[in-house]
């Protein structure tokens, strides 16, 4: 199983990007995908999913602002971050949820993409 995030950067508050999930290894169709953050000195938080029906669920903290798709062609997923806080400033994950889950990850992490949200 291979997960790499990227996409993200330094952004002012108020300011929006785009993340990218690509992944190979397990069938992505059929896997609800999760968006994970971890901001310096906390433990790792969970963001958001798309599940394989394209429901969405957030966190309360990022709702109205982040939204979550996929594009199973390209076995893939997105998180769009807009109006961006400095606390949602961390490295974020993306994860596959386990199976007949919505929020709860396997163990197996890829590499994240750093987040600074900062004027």
């Known amino acids: 199983v291979q997960l790499q995030a990227y996409g993200g950067g330094l952004v002012q508050p108020g300011g929006s990007l785009r993340l990218t999930c690509e992944t190979s290894?397990?069938?992505?169709?059929?896997?609800?995908m999760g968006w994970y953050r971890q901001a310096p000195g906390k433990q790792r938080e969970f963001v958001a999913t798309i599940a394989t029906t394209d429901r969405t669920i957030y966190a309360d903290s990022v709702k109205g602002r982040f939204t979550a798709s996929r594009d199973n062609q390209k076995n893939a997923a997105y998180l769009q971050m807009n109006n961006l806080k400095p606390e949602d400033t961390g490295i974020y994950y993306c994860n596959r949820q386990r199976i007949g889950q919505y929020t709860i990850p396997y163990d197996q992490w890829g590499q994240g993409t750093l987040v600074t949200v900062s004027s």
């Open positions: 290894g397990f069938t992505f169709s059929t896997t609800h």
